[in-house]
């Protein structure tokens, strides 16, 4: 049994999926300079997700929502073990109370900082979360989670991008199971064939009706027959 403490880290994305919050540290004297994911220590009796909101809350002064946890892990020294979590801010603007500077990184601009050890085994992880393609993309919703881990290890295998998401609707309780979306760029038709295998389904938007097209005219008739009333003078 592994009784090595947690701590958490977030991979805070900007709002349009393309870049990650790196956070400079001012302390300990070997760590200071040094760039990692924040986060923080698991206290006793708290779950991972709720540590992870509070000590966001604690270092950066906003509150974030926590999409999906990472795979994998990372020592850090003998006592403490470190997992990290995608996550989006839904409150507030990050700015730094514990360390000096916060930047936001893209895919390509992660190896421009000096992370800290146990934040390097997450960076592969999160180039693929931030290389998700600009263009259009489909979602599929799933009801298990491992359900919409191996659908997306499917579509990696077939040359696809696949990212996994903790799907929340407006209205549940947070204590309510939320079902898992995988976002992809895979044509639908290789979507849909996977949700019907684990009985999801596609999550796709109605178009909207494009007011710029004017309506084909109504033909009118050339010599419109004229309508005799009934002589109502007799009754």
């Known amino acids: ?31 200071a300079g040094r ?12 779950t991972p997700e709720a540590a992870l909101v509070r000590e966001i809350g604690e270092e950066l002064g906003c509150l974030i929502e926590v999409l999906d946890w990472m795979q994998g892990e990372a020592p850090i020294g003998e006592s403490h073990r470190l997992i990290a979590a995608t996550a989006r801010v839904v409150a507030g603007e990050p700015r730094p109370r514990e360390h000096d500077q916060v930047l936001w990184l893209a895919a390509e601009d992660l190896d421009s900082v000096d992370w800290l050890e146990p934040d390097r085994p997450f960076l592969d992880a999160l180039r693929h979360v ?38 929340r609707y407006q209205g549940e309780d947070d204590d309510e199971d939320h079902p898992w979306s995988v976002e992809t760029d895979a044509p639908e038709m290789v979507l849909e064939l996977l949700v019907d295998e684990y009985d999801g389904w596609l999550d796709i938007p109605e178009e909207a009706p494009d007011d710029s097209i004017a309506p084909e005219p109504v033909e009118l008739p050339d010599n419109p027959k004229r309508i005799k009333r009934p002589d109502l003078g007799n009754s």
């Open 1 to 31: 049994m592994n009784s090595s403490k947690t701590v958490v880290a977030a991979a805070i994305l900007s709002a349009d999926g393309k870049q990650v919050l790196a956070a400079r540290r001012t302390s300990p004297p070997e760590a």
């Open 35 to 46: 760039w990692e994911l924040p986060g923080g220590k698991v206290e006793e009796g708290e």
């Open 130 to 167: 931030l290389g998700m393609p600009e263009g259009p993309t489909l979602r599929g919703i799933f009801f298990d989670e491992e359900d919409a881990r191996t659908a997306a290890a499917t579509l990696e295998r077939e040359g696809w991008t696949a990212r996994v998401g903790r799907e």
